[in-house]
């Protein structure tokens, strides 16, 4: 396999000087020899960041014991996958555990070193991988939860997800061509009408939209988030037929990035810093070279126009007497009982198909009318629910302090309880998005959501305390764009008597009596 091209730079960061001295994906051959030295004795940058190549993250906050992180095209995976995952964090006890990620995904914890090589054996058996789903590398492709069952659907995009990946990663053994890019990227391809995947917050998204009649895709870039700086993706000026076009023009994307994205400042290296510094014309001319054909100007409209669906609860699939049923995983934290009983149930009443959402929840397919009725009396149901509470209902929270060392508060936990009790003490009359993120990093999209906390230090009567800085206004699905700072360093406990003004004031709640 070739090595990519580097660019010349006599200013190299420390990421682009372990990079160059050793690629990430190199880790792939040491992984038994680490098993059996221990995480102690590994070189620190190969522990610490090399890792993350194939997809295990030393956690700081808990020394020993690595997070893995899947990816899942399209949010789509298996029964037989769902319990082989289970299998793998039950071994840890009371330390195991996954979450269901933002980028409809999950990320596995608890995992040792010495048990990463047979794990990836047991993940090759059944058709998973984590390679590349960490640091300079293409994250999970994004694509909607509903693919190929909604009868809305414009474009079923599993297929062209799954091939992007294949293209991106070398069908999961790795691929050297893309695994030192100047930072991350995200890629989303939409194929329904409701924007489920927020495309104008990745750096890639293809969204449906007619040319001449042909149904295909627009294309935007730049979309991204960062401490410093946030964008909403713009468009390319460009259309690809909903075929094979897509996977070409997304390697001419990330060649063009790879070969020419800027590598001295880490905080300006996504891919929306070099379209500024290039302007979108010539930045358009090098991908179309690369994509060594005529790229089609854009469509002159997309085909995004509904609200944002979230799919909890049961709806009807457009092939007949089918349906998914959308379960409400509070804060996307499942344990090793729930993936096996998550298993079961998506075997004994559908085809052992299992997907997840961006709002980091789950839906099971393909369950006929007749078995209906026995799957919500399930007794799992009573956890993930199809009628959580409103606010819990939306409730979307990136890993925070538990696990994150990032992080400036704890997020998870601490939104649960918190939701629980505005659930308790609100009657809501609309929907409303609430997104926790613990640092300004936005894993957690605060910028998408009606409410949006994200992480900071506070100063209370005189003492540093955990505190939110406040956004609202982010808006999904049709003519999404996205919410701003409106208020900062909030006191985590002031939150509710704070939440709870706003709620009641801009949207609707009325106090239970
Ligand atoms: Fe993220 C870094 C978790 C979605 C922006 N993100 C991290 C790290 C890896 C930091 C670390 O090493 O501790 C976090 C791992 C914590 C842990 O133990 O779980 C982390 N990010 C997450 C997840 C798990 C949040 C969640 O609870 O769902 C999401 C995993 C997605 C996946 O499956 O791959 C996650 N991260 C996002 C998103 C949202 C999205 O993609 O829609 C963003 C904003 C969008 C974007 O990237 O443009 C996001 N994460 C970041 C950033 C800021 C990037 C930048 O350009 O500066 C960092 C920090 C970095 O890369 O240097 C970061
Ligand atoms: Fe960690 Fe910050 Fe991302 Fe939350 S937003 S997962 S605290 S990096």
């Not at 062209?160 to 293209?167: E, F, I, P, R, Y």
């Not at 969204?207 to 410093?228: Q, R, T």
């Not at 468009?235 to 023009?249: G, M, Q, R, T």
């Not at 959501?449 to 209370?460: E, F, Q, S, Y």
Request: aromatic content about 8%.
């Amino acid at each position: 396999m070739v090595q990519a091209p580097q660019k010349e730079d006599t200013t190299q960061n420390k990421f682009e000087k372990f990079k160059s001295e050793k690629d990430g994906l190199a880790v792939r051959e040491e992984l038994d020899y680490f098993a059996n030295i221990g995480w102690e004795a590994m070189d620190k940058t190969d522990l610490e960041h090399r890792l993350k190549w194939v997809g295990i993250f030393y956690r700081p906050v808990t020394p020993g014991k690595f997070m893995m992180r899947l990816r899942l095209p399209n949010g789509i995976l298996t029964s037989e996958q769902m319990q082989t995952l289970g299998e793998v964090v039950q071994r840890y006890g009371d330390d195991g555990n996954a979450d269901i990620t933002t980028r409809q995904n999950l990320q596995l914890r608890g995992v040792r070193i010495e048990d990463v090589p047979d794990i990836f054996r047991r993940l090759r058996a059944v058709g998973l991988t984590s390679v590349q789903s960490g640091m300079d590398n293409v994250r999970n492709i994004t694509g909607s939860p509903v693919a190929g069952l909604d009868g809305d659907e414009l474009i079923d995009t599993r297929y062209l997800v799954q091939k992007t990946q294949d293209m991106i990663t070398n069908s999961g053994e790795g691929n050297l061509e893309f695994t030192n890019l100047p930072r991350k990227f995200n890629i989303a391809i939409e194929g329904g009408r409701d924007n489920s995947v927020h495309a104008e917050i990745n750096d890639i998204a293809y969204v449906p939209a007619y040319k001449d009649g042909e149904l295909g895709f627009n294309v935007l870039v730049g979309g991204f988030f960062s401490a410093k700086r946030c964008e909403a993706a713009i468009p390319l000026n460009a259309w690809v037929s909903a075929n094979d076009d897509v996977v070409d023009l997304s390697r001419a994307i990330l060649e063009v990035y790879r070969d020419h994205g800027l590598r001295s400042n880490r905080q300006k290296s996504r891919l929306m810093w070099l379209i500024d510094e290039w302007g979108l014309e010539k930045f358009r001319d090098a991908v179309e070279t690369h994509y060594g054909r005529p790229l089609a100007t854009a469509a002159p409209k997309d085909e995004i126009d509904w609200e944002k669906r979230d799919h909890i609860g049961v709806s009807k699939q457009k092939q007949a007497s089918l349906n998914l049923v959308g379960l409400h995983i509070p804060i996307g934290r499942l344990y090793a009982q729930d993936m096996f009983d998550l298993a079961r149930i998506a075997e004994v009443y559908g085809t052992g198909e299992i997907r997840l959402t961006v709002e980091q929840n789950v839906i099971i397919p393909n369950i006929p009318d007749e078995n209906l009725e026995a799957f919500l009396s399930e007794p799992l149901l009573e956890k993930f629910t199809t009628h959580p509470e409103p606010l819990a209902r939306a409730l979307v929270s990136c890993t925070g302090a538990q696990f994150c060392n990032f992080a400036l508060i704890e997020t998870k936990n601490r939104a649960l309880n918190l939701i629980r009790d505005l659930d308790q003490e609100l009657e809501m009359t609309q929907n409303v998005r609430i997104h926790w993120t613990g640092c300004p990093n936005s894993c957690g999209q605060p910028q998408v959501a009606d409410i949006g906390l994200m992480g900071t230090k506070v100063r209370k009567d005189g003492k540093t305390v955990e505190g939110v800085d406040l956004y609202m206004g982010g808006k999904v699905g049709k003519d999404a764009h996205l919410g701003t700072c409106v208020q900062k360093g909030i006191a985590c406990d002031d939150l509710i008597p704070f939440l709870k003004q706003i709620l009641v004031e801009q949207f609707g709640a009325k106090l239970k009596s």
